[in-house]
């Protein structure tokens, strides 16, 4: 592999972390722009039967609704190994999603622990998902005791990362 080659190999892995991150970054902002964004449009999603199948860009649509009505939540990813093939890629990273709720005046935390197993397209010079498959891997709830810390976060364009980062995310 020539230099050239290399690093064209680590701006497209790194062009494709970066998506992977916004889409935590989308859902955990409500963000659904955003998470639309790491789509292309006619991608396919799978998480599961009992949650979601359908177009791509939807899922987010899907998300959002729900986590519009937790307390917090916070997706995160690691773990990411990517293999490219030219205009194509393929993806496993871990994710790890926590997302508190209040019933009947009790804090619960659900945590899932799974994985996305993307596939990727370059077109027109941009990354994005074509087909995504989710494995849970197991998954918790637990009521919680709070430490009483106020949050200080937003579910949206008002929370204090939309000031620091000079395109809101969008890249």
């Known amino acids: 592999m020539t230099d050239a080659e290399t690093l064209r190999a680590l701006a497209d892995k790194q062009a494709i972390t970066e998506l992977l991150y916004r889409y935590c970054r989308a859902v955990d902002r409500i963000d659904v722009p955003l998470g639309h964004s790491i789509w292309h449009d006619d991608a396919e999603a799978d998480y599961g039967a009992d949650y979601y199948q359908g177009p791509g860009?939807?899922?987010?649509?899907?998300?959002?609704?729900?986590?519009?009505?937790?307390?917090?939540?916070?997706?995160?990813?690691?773990?990411?190994?990517?293999?490219?093939?030219?205009?194509?890629?393929?993806?496993?990273?871990?994710?790890?999603?926590?997302?508190?709720?209040?019933?009947d005046g009790q804090l619960f935390q659900l945590g899932v622990w799974g994985r996305y197993l993307d596939s990727w397209e370059k077109r027109d010079d941009r990354w994005g998902i074509v087909r995504r498959r989710v494995v849970f891997d197991h998954e918790e709830i637990r009521p919680v005791t709070p430490m009483g810390r106020k949050s200080n976060q937003a579910h949206d364009r008002t929370d204090p990362s939309y000031a620091v980062l000079f395109n809101g995310g969008y890249g």
């Not at 987010?60 to 190994?81: F, K, P, Q, W, Y």
């Open 57 to 103: 860009k939807q899922v987010i649509d899907t998300i959002c609704r729900h986590h519009a009505g937790l307390v917090s939540h916070s997706h995160n990813v690691t773990n990411v190994i990517i293999d490219l093939a030219g205009n194509r890629a393929g993806s496993e990273a871990y994710v790890y999603g926590t997302m508190r709720m209040e019933r």
